[in-house]
């Protein structure tokens, strides 16, 4: 194998600055700025800016910068906002003009709790389909688990989107796996998105500003997962005054506090919470109880500084943490740590630039002091992301995005140090794995016939080096039941050894049919390098990730979608119908009786093969006035074909479930009392179920015909809750404060979480099955606060 | 090989997670295939005289009899040049189990094959006859958890004790006895030793026997068994698709557990050596031999 030198890094900065260019384009002319909050002057990403006569808009950035080219005249500009009131400007062209626009909340303004304004026909107007964001009042709304308000239950909500299941904020997107969201957090990669074996989500709602999910017509700016990208980012904090928000609920207590750290020019925000159900424990009189550990807890942090009207950095991180523990026997810890330092910059009036370097973390170490069976395991995997992404916009029609970055996967499996028998070796260590990924994308988007037809075209460019340190193996192939090592070698730090390109087109496509209707269409190619090995079913947090290498190929998937969007009711409706096909290549999955966990010859217990997903999405939302309410509806399949499982015959995936139905609805009582309503539909979900059993020696061992070619039962749930704020519209009070009341799963139905076979602990010998499930109904109740 | 899977952290995390949750034990509508599989249970050794393998059906998954009995079959071992007939019992109550009462004495290492004819049906599956290493001795000690009194009731565990064969796909199975009774009858109770990471002069943990279950001057019997990787990962997936089946933690989906018969037939065939060794049991001190 030859070896080659990195030289990654000069290369990278090289590009970077040839992409730079020195001067402003002359011709037409610009409107540029950043949207913020009216009173708290924290940016708005994602807030949409629009002229109604040209049809045409942008979306703010991830810095809440905006830019559009205009030819001379007057305009309107109208800029929005969900969950905040639109904001109309008239300007006069005749030259670049930078302006800052504030607006205003929704529920400030009309001092009662509303989710409203929706951006005016911003979804008739991209040309990206398969675009969803969810507002961050409309997530506080939904009825909560346990009164935890959790940002991905909403996003659950969704069509297209499938969640795994009660007790579970996985989510599964257009037939692809859990692993295969590119999950951001500030741009930095979040592994594991869970808390409590995945009951709560990692993401503090009162840290989280804005999230925005994309099934398909993905920009080539995202890369390294196959299926969608749910981009997620944090409050920025108030740049005019102090903040304090918080809540206290049945399980776990919330505090954030934001502000100026100099007014008008810089701000942070600090947010954390705790569950605390062990320190009631401790209480216990039960000395096992009293010793057992269940709780977690997670930090944000932003600081956010406008150095002059073309700088500004923003640095934020994250880190949680869940921390079981039994009896002082077995202790299982885990949790992500993120960090994002961005320097955004506005070049000229028509080109900037976000410079990012980003990190992230994720880990997990088990233990188990019990004697002759004790046990330590700790595994991670970590990435430094350098990032540079660029905005031209060259003329009224057009804007050129493109932009460069590089990834160092480091990937420790860990070392597994054992007791079990004396007679053993008492450790194993997992081979490591690291990889560069770089990738290189450029995207134009162009308006024809005035804009009615809109065309976003580009691609990524992406190579994978695999380099160590680590190991690599050979296998004989030839029983393709098992994989027989014949020859290791260790890969040394700094060489680069296989080596993976890829090249992925992206294409939108709008045709506006009206003021209020569209057409859009999209292809998309995406490449996975780092991918995870686990079961759709798992809810183990121990996640075992694993990247391409000699023997796993990189997963591919082309998407094709189509959609017809329109909006009701000047616009305060919002309907579409989106249709796709997914074509999935490299898919992995695990073998009969394969063995991952702990396993240095994981890739032996996989097999690759071809996977393909298609269906139909359709979606009905309202995002103003005193009823609002969103309803979601997708049919779906979702097939593999992997020659050595399943007899090489097609089977569905896990997470394949033909009819996903989802309404949530919320309605505004009075100033201070409002209820909300959800109700959620979709078919069982693929399993494997036994056709027999067989005895031998005095047991019996279950009999399986197909690999998920069961159903568990269909999964259905009513949740309610009511929202009470005590003192709503008595003059502008600074505390305020809000209870919530939720019932999850008010009809108390039974949705499996698994199903299990095995003998009766009774009565051995005996054959049972049964289900696993959180019981219902749950009641949660909740005191939020701010001033 | 197949190293032994980790199936102890999921099954602790399941204890934590049934905490939260429940279990129902439900009656599903499952596709009945009952009688489609032969299930074969067929363990050769050079230690008794008589020999037997059993040929039941698959049954009903909630039938809580075993399979049933398959008769009038044809039921051969053969090394390539001597062929060993195995003959079904007349006794009712042994219906299915042909027996032999020769083989034993003539094993020798090197390949056994199995042919089984039944109807219209042929079913084949082969084994290695591999030495087993000679027990040294028999120990008991206080069982861990007792001794630090994490458990209330009172175990022994019993350890083996020898020196393993020079090789690296060497893997055992080891049965315990109490006054010639067997006590590790099922899958899931037998004590499978895998070469990986084997040390040259083993000390082992076979077995716990409860405190009742045993008495001083009780007599002690380990048997160990050779047995191929295969039958090895038989057991090893015996016990995680059995104990893991429904772990909302468990990694791997459920599967049928692997076999060495051909034609879609189920269970195994194993030759093995087998080597034995006995000790009175005595009440041992806190300390472990």
Known sequence: MIGKKVFLIPLYLLLTAFFIPQGSIAGEYTVSGIVTDAETGQILAGATVFIPEFQYGVITDSAGYFKLSIPAGEYIIVFSFLGYDSHEKTIVSGSDITMDVSLTSASFSLNEVVVSAQAASSNIERSGMGMMNVSIETINKIPSFLGETDVLRAVQLLPGVQWAGDGNTGFFVRGGEADQNLVLFDDAVVYNSSHLFNFFSVFNPDAVEDLKLYKGGISPSYGGRLSSVLDISMRSGNMERYEINGGIGIISSRLSVEGPVRKGRSSFMLAGRRTYAD????????????????????????????????????????????????????????????????????????????????????????????????FNWQSFINNINLKTDFSFLYNDNSTLSFGINSILHMLDPGTISAGIEEAYATEKELPAGNALEHGVYLNNEQGFFDNLLLLTYGARGSVFQVTGPGKQFIYNKTDPTHWEVINSFPLERGKIYDVFYGFEPRVSLRLSLGANSSFKTSYNRMIQYVQQAQSAQSVAPYDVWYMSSNNIPPQVADQV????????????????????????????????????????????????GDGWSYGAEFLIRKDEGRFTGIAGYTWTRTRRKIDEINDGKPYYAPNDRKHDFSLYGGYTVSGALSMSLNFIFSSGRAVTLPVGKLYYQGAFAPIYSGRNSGRLPDYHRLDMSFTLTPGRGEGNRRFTSTWNFSLFNIYGRINPISVSFAESSDSPGIPRSSFFYIPGPIPGITWNFNF | MNPNKNILPGTLLLTALLSAGCEKEVILDLPDQQGKYLVVEGNIDDLQAIQWIRLTTSSSYYDV???LPVSNASVTVTDGTVEFSFQESLVDSLKGYYFNYNISSNLTRGMYYLRISTGDKRYTAQSEFRPV????????????????????????????????????????????????????????QKKLIGNEGLFDNVSLSVSSIHGEDIKSGDMLTLEMRSISREKYNFYTDFLYQTRMSGNPFAGAPPANIPTNLSEGAMGFFQVSAVSTAQARFRHPSPDRN
């Open chain 1, 279 to 374: 320190m009631f424990l401790r209480l216990s009189p039960d000395e096992n109880r009293r010793n057992t550990r269940l709780y977690f807890y997670d930090l944000n942090i932003k600081v956010n500084y406008v150095l002059d009207e073309k700088n500004r950095i923003f640095l934020s991180g994250y880190h949680g943490r869940d921390h079981t523990a039994f009896s002082e026997m077995f202790g299982f810890d885990w949790g992500n740590s993120t960090g994002s330092l961005r320097w955004n910059r506005m070049f000229t009036s028509r080109f900037s630039g976000n410079f990012s370097i980003l990190l992230s973390n994720y880990q997990f170490n088990i233990t188990g002091d019990i004697g002759p069976a004790s």
């Open chain 1, 561 to 608: 979608a189509a959609g017809y969007f329109r909006n009701f009711l000047s616009d305060r409706v919002e309907a579409s119908i989106e249709v796709y096909y997914k074509d999935l290549g490299n898919i992995s999955d695990v073998i009969d009786n394969g063995d991952i966990l702990g396993n240095e010859l994981l890739e032996s217990q996989l097999r690759i």
């Open chain 2, 65 to 67: 009899t075993a399979g």
């Open chain 2, 133 to 188: 290493p000679r027990i040294d001795s028999v120990t008991a000690a206080l069982n861990f958890f007792t001794g630090m009194g994490i458990i209330d009731e009172t175990y022994y565990d019993i350890y083996v004790h020898f020196r393993d064969i020079p090789g690296n796909d060497n893997h055992y199975l080891v049965n315990t006895y109490i006054n010639n009774t067997l006590q590790t009858f099922r899958p899931t």
